[in-house]
């Protein structure tokens, strides 16, 4: 814990792409917060991004961590770089805002998770899901009983590959780490989030065509108790055909949630009278449900529900051994304004995983997402990418501090 510097935390970025622009708009007016620094080894990026925000121009991670004023890196390069840059920020005693994934190997994430345990900075990982308000909010409707443990975690995702040339970094495992690695970090860890553990074994599946890259991959994840989440990852679609879905079994309950940033979920449940009466009551609690320190609500959010009573017999229901009386059926609907607000979710989900960390920094505690969470979702991505080329499932491993093997 450490009090914050009079000037307010500097905040040097590396990497001005796309990316890199989207987190300094996003994070720009945070009280206390001030861009210091742009570097890039394209210099013309890095000095329009600069100029923007009245920042120093820089070419090399180097410069921007020693750089006078620096409190914070921002990394926002590609995957293959992020590692590398991290361990060097930490150990120059800054903290670290990293864009997903941590790293594109195991040894690389738990060489940087053990340099976050023991330097004074805090890493936060931009596993942008778990700043989310429905994701948070079926946490909460969990750990109020409303929802019993999570069964099954299935998200499918057929995303735009139309941007995305035979020439550009995402389609080099060297660089990206492979789909799994890149892009199925999120869902990896937003599954271990939701289902309160991370996975024992993944089976993997990676499809190519014409003796190009790998374009759609799968993986079959079990977790603690029988519990299965299976990702499916397609970058094959224009951009207005993408489309994606989770859906969220929790036995007498299912949730499903739309977009990969999710603004819109729907949810039906069986239950018995004081359920009822429960759900009822979730639309005036839509503020404190919804709730996401650090992030600022649009004032678009909605939570709606209906209760269907005796919809079903009220003899006792059984599922997988859990037997009760459920003659009421609950629709509900959670609306942070619609796919029009996706852009407005994600920034401020940014947002708030910025704000994670500099509260951290100051107060004390841990992120919510921590370099441990990064890690294992790392390790559940490298296991399902093996698995793919092995055809065999493996088991997930988790590096424990000072080189043990944590299982999953």
Same mark, same amino acid.
């Given at each position: 814990m =450490?009090?914050a510097p009079e000037a307010g935390?500097?905040?040097a970025?590396?990497?001005?792409g796309g990316?890199?622009a989207?987190?300094? &708009?996003?994070?720009r &007016?945070?009280?206390?917060?001030?861009?210091v620094a742009c570097?890039?080894?394209d210099?013309a990026?890095?000095?329009a991004l600069?100029e923007r925000?009245?920042?120093?121009?820089? =070419? =090399?991670?180097?410069?921007a961590?020693?750089f006078?004023?620096?409190?914070?890196?921002?990394l926002?390069?590609?995957p293959?770089?992020h590692?590398d840059?991290?361990v060097?920020?930490?150990?120059a005693? %800054?903290?670290?805002?990293? !864009?997903k994934?941590?790293a594109v190997t195991?040894?690389d994430?738990a060489?940087? %998770?053990?340099e976050?345990?023991r330097?004074?900075?805090?890493?936060?990982?931009?596993?942008?899901?778990?700043?989310?308000?429905i994701?948070?909010l079926?946490q909460?409707?969990?750990?109020?009983?409303?929802l019993?443990?999570?069964q099954?975690?299935a998200?499918?995702?057929?995303?735009? &590959? !139309?941007?995305?040339?035979?020439?550009?970094?995402?389609?080099? @495992?060297?660089r990206?780490?492979?789909?799994h690695?890149e892009h199925?970090v999120?869902?990896?860890d937003a599954a271990?989030a939701?289902?309160?553990s991370?996975?024992?074994?993944?089976q993997?599946t990676a499809?190519?065509r014409?003796g190009?890259?790998v374009?759609?991959? +799968?993986a079959?994840a079990t977790h603690?108790g029988g519990a299965?989440?299976?990702h499916?990852h397609?970058f094959?679609?224009?951009h207005?055909a993408e489309?994606?879905l989770?859906r969220?079994d929790?036995g007498?309950?299912e949730?499903?949630?739309t977009g990969w940033i999710p603004t819109?979920?729907?949810?039906?449940?069986w239950?018995d009278e004081?359920g009822?009466t429960?759900?009822?009551?979730l @639309?005036?609690?839509?503020?404190?449900?919804?709730? +996401?320190p650090?992030?600022?609500p649009s004032?678009?959010?909605?939570?709606?529900?209906?209760?269907?009573?005796d919809a079903?017999? &009220?003899r006792?229901?059984?599922?997988?051994?859990?037997?009760?009386s459920?003659p009421?059926?609950?629709?509900?609907v959670v609306d942070l304004?619609?796919e029009a607000?996706?852009?407005?979710v994600?920034?401020e989900?940014?947002r708030a995983?910025?704000s994670?960390?500099?509260h951290?920094?100051?107060?004390?505690?841990?992120?919510?997402?921590?370099?441990?969470?990064a890690l294992a979702?790392v390790?559940?991505a490298e296991?399902?990418?093996?698995?793919?080329?092995s055809?065999?499932?493996?088991?997930?491993?988790v590096?424990a501090?000072?080189?043990?093997?944590?299982s999953?």
């Amino acid at each position: 814990m =450490t009090a914050a510097p009079e000037a307010g935390f500097g905040l040097a970025l590396i990497g001005c792409g796309g990316f890199g622009a989207y987190v300094l &708009d996003a994070v720009r &007016d945070i009280p206390g917060l001030r861009v210091v620094a742009c570097a890039d080894p394209d210099g013309a990026r890095a000095r329009a991004l600069a100029e923007r925000h009245g920042a120093a121009v820089l =070419t =090399t991670v180097e410069e921007a961590i020693a750089f006078p004023g620096v409190d914070v890196v921002a990394l926002a390069t590609p995957p293959g770089a992020h590692a590398d840059a991290a361990v060097a920020a930490l150990r120059a005693g %800054k903290h670290v805002f990293c !864009e997903k994934p941590i790293a594109v190997t195991l040894a690389d994430a738990a060489r940087v %998770k053990e340099e976050a345990d023991r330097a004074p900075g805090v890493l936060v990982v931009d596993h942008v899901l778990r700043y989310n308000p429905i994701l948070r909010l079926l946490q909460r409707l969990g750990a109020q009983g409303l929802l019993d443990p999570l069964q099954r975690f299935a998200f499918e995702n057929d995303a735009s &590959d !139309e941007d995305l040339g035979p020439d550009h970094w995402f389609w080099d @495992p060297a660089r990206s780490g492979g789909i799994h690695i890149e892009h199925g970090v999120h869902f990896f860890d937003a599954a271990s989030a939701l289902m309160g553990s991370d996975p024992v074994e993944v089976q993997g599946t990676a499809v190519r065509r014409d003796g190009r890259p790998v374009d759609i991959v +799968v993986a079959t994840a079990t977790h603690p108790g029988g519990a299965v989440a299976t990702h499916t990852h397609s970058f094959t679609h224009a951009h207005r055909a993408e489309r994606q879905l989770m859906r969220l079994d929790y036995g007498f309950a299912e949730a499903r949630v739309t977009g990969w940033i999710p603004t819109y979920a729907t949810l039906t449940a069986w239950t018995d009278e004081a359920g009822a009466t429960r759900w009822e009551q979730l @639309p005036e609690r839509a503020g404190d449900l919804l709730a +996401v320190p650090g992030l600022r609500p649009s004032g678009d959010e909605r939570i709606t529900v209906s209760v269907t009573r005796d919809a079903g017999s &009220d003899r006792p229901a059984s599922g997988r051994g859990v037997r009760r009386s459920v003659p009421h059926r609950v629709d509900a609907v959670v609306d942070l304004g619609g796919e029009a607000r996706k852009p407005y979710v994600y920034a401020e989900s940014v947002r708030a995983a910025f704000s994670d960390l500099l509260h951290c920094a100051v107060h004390g505690g841990t992120p919510v997402a921590d370099a441990r969470a990064a890690l294992a979702a790392v390790a559940v991505a490298e296991a399902a990418t093996r698995s793919a080329q092995s055809g065999r499932t493996l088991p997930v491993t988790v590096p424990a501090p000072s080189g043990g093997q944590e299982s999953g």
